[in-house]
């Protein structure tokens, strides 16, 4: 049985590097990965993530396709402010990023229910 996977991400780099590096490796393992660029204005994808955009597209997404996994594919530095809620009040980025994570996979659960 094949897992589906979305990977939600940026713009066109992101989806060429899910596409022809990471999708051929996890299709060995029976997951398929589809990336999904979010649209920054009508009729262009890439580029800056406003939270509010990222949160509602995740969601749609996850009503619309239940039994599929999701993940996402940002880079860190360019987040909208709104995802960095909690200052970085250690200096071990990882962890940093792990809350940002936390935080965000909170919000997507609360507007799926």
Known sequence: MITRCYVICEGQSEEKFINEILGSYFYNSNVYLTPLIIPT?????G??????RVVDFIVKK???????????MFDY???????????QCNKNIYEHVEKIQEEFDKIIKQQCD
């Open 77 to 87: 530095y360019g987040l909208d402010n709104r995802f960095l809620k909690e200052k």
């Open 41 to 45: 204005s009508k009729g262009h994808k």
């Open 47 to 52: 580029g800056g993530l406003a939270y509010d």
């Open 62 to 72: 996850l009503k619309q396709d239940s039994k599929a996994f999701m993940t996402t």
